[in-house]
C-alpha cells in the first residue's frame, strides 16, 4: 500500500474535519494497527485478545 495514493470515498471520508478510514482501505493495508479504527475489519478478532 505504500507510496499509493489515497482516494477519498473509496479510502477515507471527512467526519467533522477528521480523516476516517474505510474499511476497503484497512482491507488493503492487511493489518490491525490496534488503534481502534472504526470501520476496521479485525475489531471483533482483537476483542478476544488479551
Known sequence: MQGEELKEGEDFYWE???MVFTEAYHRKRGYCC????????????RKGEG
Open 34 to 45: 490496534g488503534s481502534g479504527c472504526r470501520h476496521c475489519p479485525w475489531r471483533e478478532e
Open 16 to 18: 467533522e474535519g477528521r
